[in-house]
Structure formats: C-alpha cells, structure tokens
C-alpha cells in the first residue's frame, strides 16, 4: 500500500484566497483524521471521520474551515478565506478502528 | 480537560547515553497509549503503543516504554541512542471513552550528537 496520500506537499496563497488540501487515505481504514501542526500549538486534531461521517469537529477552528469526505477514499480540507495565522503543516491521518494512526506526509500550507 | 505533558521539550545527548523521555496525562479512566517519532522532513510514525497487558512495551528501533497506570505516565526509553535517533517525539493518549480521537503532548526534540 502506498500509505496515506496528501496534495500538494506544499501550498503558498495569499492571504483571502481558498485552499484546499487533499488527502487519500489507506485502503480500508474507516477512520480518517485532520491535524495542524505549528510551532505554538504543536499538533492538533482538527477533525476526525468514522466511515465518511464527521464524528468531532470541535477542533476546527472557526467557520473558515471546512471538511469533507465524499467517500471512503478522499477528503478535503477547505479554507475559505485564507490568513496568515493558517500557515502550518496540515497532516491527514488514517487508521482500522481503534488501532494505531498512519500519517501521510502532511501538506506545508504558507499564507502571504 | 484531558491533557497530554512532556516536560522535557529539548534534550541533547552524546551516543551512545540512555535515553528517558518523560510523559504524563490527565484522564482518570482507561486508555490507549502512543508514542510517535518525526524524523526532520518526515512524516510521524509509530514507535511504540500500549493497549492491554505487559505494562512494559517494546517497540521499534531499540525503544521500549513503561505504562505506570498509578504515575499516570508512560515514559519512553532507550539504553543507547544513536545519531540516527534525532527527531522529535510525541506521547499521544487516546481516553477510552465515548469517542476517538488521540490527544498529543507538545513533543520533545532530541539531538544526538556524534
């Protein structure tokens, strides 16, 4: 298996415009996570889905993000719109029920 | 609120020293125990994890930790580091309740000099 994807690795917008990060999870995991990793916060969940239904959402910051999960092989986050406070390394991650959580190599998202 | 503490947040060491990363939370009930590594420019992998049994886990690469449920820690160690073992390591604990997520501590970075 080719692990958890995410596109692009690395993202530079300017700031009020959108963004939307990628992310396929490994096949067959029913789980699915959103992290943002910053040198203040270090990493936190963002979001988390259980067979493409959100579960938690109570790390998302504020109504500027979104995500979704069409099906059980792709997601996105959206940020709508963009500041700089959103620069950081987005990871998605997935897992098979309660195991452990296989991280894909995160998305480095710079907002000018 | 449920919390995740590594109190060391920068360690240097020379090879071939004994490694111990301290890690301690704050959930009264039964959990699930990580420890993640992020080597520079990667992505986070699994080290090591605790769910039942041997309170004493051996994971990958020479790492092993101790579960002391009384401590509420789960301190991460290795007799002897070697240069290759610079990354940053993260404690996750995932509280068995109603839902599933994994709460992170701030992390440790650790330099192992030549």
């Known amino acids: 298996d080719a692990g958890v994807i995410q596109s692009p690795r690395h993202e530079v917008t300017e700031m009020g415009q959108e963004v939307t990060l990628r992310c396929k999870p490994i096949s067959g995991h029913d789980y699915l996570f959103w992290y943002r990793q910053t040198m203040m916060r270090g990493l936190e969940l963002l979001i988390y889905f259980n067979n493409n239904v959100p579960i938690d959402d109570s790390g998302m910051p504020e109504d500027r993000f979104s995500a979704k999960m069409p099906n059980a092989s792709f997601s996105t986050l959206k940020i709508q719109p963009s500041e700089p406070r959103d620069s950081a390394v987005y990871f998605c991650a997935s897992s098979l029920a309660l195991d452990e959580q296989y991280f894909g190599p995160g998305t480095r998202l710079t907002v000018t | 609120a449920q919390s995740v503490s590594q109190h060391n947040h920068h360690v240097i060491l020379s090879e071939a020293a004994s490694l111990e990363l301290g890690c301690n939370y704050s959930?009264?009930?039964?959990?699930?125990l990580f420890w993640y590594v992020q080597y520079p420019g990667q992505h986070l992998q699994l080290l090591l994890k605790?769910?039942?049994?041997?309170?004493l886990v051996k994971g990958i690469k020479g790492f092993e930790a101790e579960f002391i449920k009384s401590k509420f820690s789960f301190n991460l160690r290795k007799p002897s580091v070697q240069w290759s073992d610079t990354a940053e390591y993260f404690c996750?604990?995932?509280?068995?309740?109603?839902?599933?997520?994994?709460?992170f501590g701030s992390g440790t970075r650790l330099l192992v000099r030549p």
């Open positions: 996750a604990v995932n509280p068995m309740d109603s839902s599933y997520k994994l709460i």
């Open positions: 605790y769910f039942s049994g041997d309170p």
């Open positions: 959930y009264g009930g039964t959990v699930n």
